[in-house]
């Protein structure tokens, strides 16, 4: 067993309705005494591509103690039901930026002389997810106070849809941001983020566990040359500094840190 992401499912929100499972290629939901369950954490890679299907908001990510992830049992699995769900799941790696476990599904198929390919450049995910596909994004270099460029350079930013082996991690500063402070920060491109990889959350309203969690993979996977931490300066913001410092501490990994605090009148201390 190991500690790794996992969805879980509420019973009591679940009516049993069944539109996570063609969600799920990989197998891992099935409806059993009218209640949708996970058969096999072997099957589930944690992304959540089912959960935005469920309109009962009955399935979410969590952090347990879970068999590990086997590719090459999902791909067994898998090939059993025909080119399209094949060809969804590796559509679904691919978005989220799962490159090792890719690899893993086209060496299965090669292995048994299967000759399908994720679709290149396909705008409507069969994961069901298109705003969450992972992807770099080509911001201006240049970045002013005065020429209204954009430094962003990557898709998606939200902490909880980033899966922690994204490509624009590797050899990067990274800007860990409150998500109030874009807002109130009228030069937010050009004095916070350029030149960073970015992440965004909010410590109030959201559960820190999970976030530690994926920081401290973050941390541990990817060579981050610098840490900033960008928060407002109420009180309810602060606590995403020591959210840092816990995954750091989880990851085991020695990373600059710089926190900036941001007024409220939008001014960076």
Known sequence: MVKRNIIKIDEDKCNGCGLCIPNCPEGALQIIDNKVRLVSDLFCDGLGACMGHCPQG???VEEREAEPYNEYKVMENIVKHGENTITAHLNH????????????????????????????????????CPGTA????????????????SALKQWPVQLSLLPPSAPF??????????????????????????????????????DPDPYVAKLSEIFKNNNIKSITVAMMEVPCCYSLHSIVERALRKAEVDIPLIKETIKLNGNIE
């Open 93 to 128: 790696l691919r978005a989220h930026g799962e490159t090792k476990y890719l690899t893993e599904a086209l060496d299965f198929l090669k292995e048994k002389n299967i000759d399908v390919k994720p679709e290149e450049d396909k705008p409507d995910l069969a994961c069901g």
């Open 58 to 60: 009955a399935i979410e």
């Open 169 to 206: 991690f590797d050899n990067s500063h990274l800007l860990v941001c409150a998500d109030c402070v874009p807002f109130a920060t009228a030069n937010f491109h050009s004095k916070l983020l350029n030149g960073k990889s970015l992440v965004i959350g909010c410590p109030k309203l959201d």
């Open 134 to 149: 992972v992807r770099e994004v080509n911001c201006d270099e240049d970045v002013t106070d005065t020429n209204n460029s």
